[in-house]
């Protein structure tokens, strides 16, 4: 499990850097992140991670989903 979560996190950060809504910059050391799109990408993640959640939940407890 943690492997596939590494992996995807790897796959999440080549997307947010290719995309250009981070950059680093190697003479300062920084990183620059876009906030307004990083918000949108993090809330659609907890809205899929918190229906999938719901959705065990449910199914654990007898429901169908």
Same mark, same amino acid.
């Given at each position: /499990?943690?492997?596939?979560?590494? /992996?995807? &996190?790897?796959?999440?950060?080549a $997307?947010?850097?290719? &995309?250009?809504?981070?950059? $680093?910059?190697?003479?300062?050391?920084? *990183?620059?992140?876009? *906030?307004?799109?990083?918000?949108?990408? *993090?809330?659609?993640? &907890?809205?899929?991670?918190?229906t999938f959640?719901?959705?065990?939940?449910? #199914?654990?407890? %007898? %429901? #169908?989903?």
């Open positions: /499990m943690a492997l596939a979560i590494r /992996m995807i &996190l790897y796959a999440a950060s $997307f947010i850097a290719g &995309l250009g809504w981070a950059s $680093f910059d190697e003479a300062a050391g920084t *990183i620059t992140v876009n *906030i307004d799109d990083i918000v949108t990408i *993090i809330a659609g993640a &907890l809205t899929f991670a918190g959640i719901a959705s065990r939940l449910a #199914k654990a407890r %007898g %429901g #169908k989903t």
